[in-house]
Structures are given as structure tokens and as C-alpha cells.
């Protein structure tokens, strides 16, 4: 090497690297391939900083990504269960209301109460409680279909929306759900408990007037009249 140029390349007044070029032969370089060679390190160190902003840019696209999800999940999600929450079912059951009136199908909305679940809370604490509702939730929502929704209406209730959902597909899935909470007992570090849970399910075939309020209304009628019969039932009631 007999000839050589060489020049700092500088962002924002800091240093950021070096551009070199050389040659086998004496006196390759003049004064115009200098200045030359200057325009291009200034080319290169402001393509440099263009390329640290856009990923910066990135960076701080992707973090406002995750706070937006995190602030979307905690507005819709419970915190124990990680169910949708009571507005986003009930929002949910209002929108596949409306689908399963244009498109003529029936929807079933299931009610689910842990029985004597206020025994629990006194018996072992709310800290384990949360944890008996926590397998709960994970017994019920592994019996479902994947198009069924769960979410929690608070306490111990929760909600499932079917759609399709006939009175016989409605009924299968709470013996489903029913028989997957009593199989065995929940095991927490408290000990062990017998779980059982009722179930209420509103039909709903003619909508006509039908309306979030009267399918509620039905659904809890249905999970009253399980308890009424003992617990641990299933009952279903056509709007």
C-alpha cells in the first residue's frame, strides 16, 4: 500500500467509525479525489445516522406496541383468570347476538356459579380461594370448543357464550365442564377440595325482541333453578 486516504466518520459530534481507502501505486490520490472523499464520508455518516434513527424509530414503535397490548389486555382481561373480564363478554354476547340473528342460528349463553364457593373464601382465605377459581377456570375452559368464549362475570361466575349453540349442544358442554370440576379434587398448597359447579344456559333460537338484559335473565334463571335442584346441575332455558 503506497497511498491511502482515511477519515473519521462522524454522528452527532461522536465518532462512529472510519473510511479508508488505498492503493498499490504512488500518488493515486489528488486534491479533488480528497474533497471527493470528504463528500462521501459526509454521505456515509448521515446515511449512519438515518440508520440509528429509523431503529430507533423501531424500537420505540415496538414499545409502544407492548403498552398499548399491555393497556388493551388490562382493560379487557380479569387479573386472576385471564378471561375476558364482565364489559368484554357482555360486549362479546352482544355481538354474536346480533351475528347469530342475521345468520338464523341459535346461541346459547351458560351461566356457571362455584357452588358454596363463599365456604371456601371463610374456610381457607381469598389468597387460596383465587387459586381454587384458578383450576376451576382451567377445568372449565379445557372442556370447551375452541369457538366458545369464557370470561368471568366477577366473584365466582363466569360466563360462556356458544355460538352455534342449540339446547343439546348446550347441554353437552356444562356436563362437560360440570363433570371435569367434580372428576377430583382441586390440590392447592391449603389442601384439597371437593369443587362442584352449577350451570344455567338461555337458548336462543327467535330473537324477535330478545335483548342482552332478557338473556341474562334467562341465563340466571336456569343457574337458580340448578342450584334449587341440589347443585352440581345443568339446566337449560329457551328464550
Known sequence: MRSSLTCPLIVKKQPVGFLFFSSMKTDTYSEDHQELF????D???????KGRIYQELLEITEELRQARDALETEATRDS???LWNRRSILDLLKRDMARAEREGMALSAVMIDVDHFKQVNDRIGHPAGDEV???VTR????TLRSADILGRIGGEEFLIILYPGEAQTALEVMERARRACESEPVIIDAGEFN??????????EDFG???LSVVLKAADHALYRAKEGGRNRSEVERV
Not at 470528504?38 to 464520508?41: G, V, Y
Not at 352449577?198 to 336462543?204: D, E, Q, R, T
Open 133 to 135: 377459581l384458578t383450576e
Open 195 to 204: 369443587v362442584t359447579i352449577s350451570l344455567g344456559a338461555a337458548v336462543i
Open 139 to 142: 377445568r372449565v375452559a379445557s
Open 80 to 82: 386472576l383468570t385471564g
Open 43 to 49: 454521505q456515509l455518516a448521515l446515511t449512519l445516522e
Open 38 to 41: 470528504l463528500q462521501i464520508a
Open 209 to 211: 325482541d330478545v335483548d
